[in-house]
């Protein structure tokens, strides 16, 4: 490890390892972008998203206030349906494209998480636009090569996360003889100290409901098989049958030994205000959880720090926020006007300040950021990038529900390790 916890993280998130999609130069031929200037017949555009609470919806106020300035005569619409990671979202967005009756524009996580829709002829290319809007030039070439899928590119993200992040509480690790700045080489080390916690009757890692439960899940796999066995999961080298992943799934069930008994009925917010307020001492969340610290007037190093999750070291467990055009949009000017604002530097530099996460692209001034993004922007592209499982990146939403699916009967007592990974691996082999 390279420095001390709160300093040393780099935190970003999200590029798309998608596994299978290809790693060739985006295409100029894919879809109709019209002239890309975002006026037109449109006069208002539904932006369909997550971002309904904290940090998520203040990066979107912070966006709108962009949109506003860019666009003053197209109505921004808000779209947002509540429910962490977008499970909510993605169901009724689901019914309403199978309905003929799409947004403008919807949130998703780029990746492997668009091949459904786009199997599905459901999204437009937004290649065009890419040209348009100088998007090559501004998002690093390895980004746009990751997002670009059979000579096309389906999404313009409009900020980078990390996943693999542990956010803790130096009081209560010290209140309870636990050095804050001990430095976790495994998973193993990490536990020792939660042993401790939960001797003292403290609740030693905070989680909330089932889409948490699966991010800790990703980031227990990652540390326990390390980059490639976690990245053979999703490209079919890893047996999820075998005794290494047997490993993982015996440490994913002690890590959930020691959290919360109140987590299903919770979402991260809350499950991060634990760690706030000193209720816990650890939560494992994505980077977007330093906004919910500093918005507290909460200053990293001193009120909390932050460190990859034991055992992932060198390894960023990415995943993009990005913006798609749905064929058939009812106001297809408004949404271009929309991914214009998403993927500028007026825009990313707004949304990613509130947000927590950083830039796409690389014209961003770092010294508009705090701390802990700095860190990021400056560390990005130093360590292994690895896809995320909770947040669509790795794999399909088909098999993602799956695993979610199985991990809620998991975390509930309903099914044992055996059980799991085989409905793990059923889950893969789909």
């Not at 390892?17 to 208002?44: M, P, Q, R, Y």
């Not at 348009?132 to 409009?158: K, M, Q």
């Not at 948490?212 to 390390?226: F, S």
């Not at 961003?364 to 896809?387: C, K, L, M, N, R």
Request: charged share 20%; glycine share 10%; with cysteine.
């Amino acid at each position: 490890m390279r420095g001390k916890h709160g300093t040393r993280m780099a935190v970003a998130g999200a590029v798309i390892a998608g596994l299978t999609l290809s790693a060739c130069g985006g295409s100029d031929d894919g879809g109709d972008s019209g002239s890309g200037d975002g006026e037109g017949s449109g006069s208002s555009v539904e932006v369909f998203t997550w971002w309904a609470a904290g940090s998520e919806k203040a990066g979107l106020d912070a966006l709108v206030g962009v949109f506003n300035e860019q666009h003053p005569d197209i109505e921004f619409v808000n779209g947002a349906v509540a429910g962490g990671a977008g499970s909510a979202a993605k169901d009724l967005l689901q019914s309403r494209l199978q309905a003929g009756d799409p947004p403008d524009t919807f949130q998703a996580h780029a990746g492997l998480e668009l091949l459904d829709y786009i199997n599905a002829g459901q999204l437009q290319s937004v290649s065009a636009l890419y040209n348009d809007f100088e998007l090559r030039d501004a998002f690093p070439p390895d980004l746009v090569d990751l997002l670009t899928h059979e000579g096309n590119i389906y999404s313009i993200p409009a900020n980078i996360h990390r996943a693999n992040v542990v956010w803790a509480n130096p009081t209560v690790l010290e209140e309870n003889g636990i050095d804050p700045e001990r430095e976790y080489a495994s998973l193993d080390e990490w536990f020792e100290d939660l042993d401790t916690l939960q001797e003292a009757g403290v609740t030693p890692l905070s989680v909330a409901t089932a889409w948490t439960q699966v991010h800790l899940l990703e980031t227990i796999l990652l540390a326990d098989l390390g980059a490639d066995a976690y990245t053979g999961l999703w490209n079919g080298s890893t047996d999820w049958e075998s005794a290494e992943v047997t490993g993982a799934l015996e440490s994913f069930e002690q890590a959930i030994g020691y959290t919360n008994n109140d987590r299903d009925g919770l979402d991260w917010p809350e499950a991060t205000q634990m760690v706030i307020d000193g209720n816990a001492a650890f939560n494992v969340m994505g980077d977007w959880a330093v906004a919910a610290f500093e918005e507290q007037g909460k200053a990293l190093g001193g009120d909390f720090t932050a460190f990859p999750v034991p055992g992932t070291d060198g390894v960023f467990d990415f995943l993009a926020d990005s913006f798609t055009l749905p064929v058939d949009a009812p106001n297809e000017d408004g949404a271009k006007a929309w991914l214009q604002t998403a993927g500028s530097l007026e825009g990313q530099t707004a949304f990613n300040k509130a947000k927590g996460s950083i830039p796409a692209r690389t014209d961003a001034d770092p010294s508009e950021f705090s701390e802990y993004q700095q860190t990021a922007i400056e560390s990005f592209g130093q360590d292994t990038i690895v896809s995320s499982l909770a947040h669509g990146s790795a794999t399909p939403v088909s098999v993602l529900n799956a695993i979610s699916d199985a991990t809620s009967k998991f975390t509930s007592g309903a099914s044992d390790v055996a059980t799991f990974q085989s409905e793990l691996a059923a889950a893969n082999a789909g």
